[in-house]
């Protein structure tokens, strides 16, 4: 679902890495390291088409 626009990564390049094409790098089974569960959500929340979820 990712379409590019890389909001998710300008939240948090580490947690939300894009690969060469800027589409997002993050794998459906990624784990939230443990303290960055609030920047998680932020960036989550930044993706304009939805392309990302917290589970759990
Ligand atoms: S997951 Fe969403 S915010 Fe992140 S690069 Fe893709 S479209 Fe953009």
């Excluded at 379409?3 to 800027?22: A, E, I, K, N, R």
């Excluded at 959500?41 to 759990?56: E, I, S």
């Amino acid at each position: 679902m990712c379409d590019g626009h890389g909001q998710c990564s300008v939240v948090d390049m580490d947690l939300f890495p894009l690969d060469d094409d800027g589409r997002s790098a993050v794998g459906p089974d990624r784990e939230v390291p443990a303290g960055e569960e609030d920047v998680a959500r932020l960036g989550v929340a930044a993706c304009p088409v939805r392309a990302l979820a917290v589970r759990g």
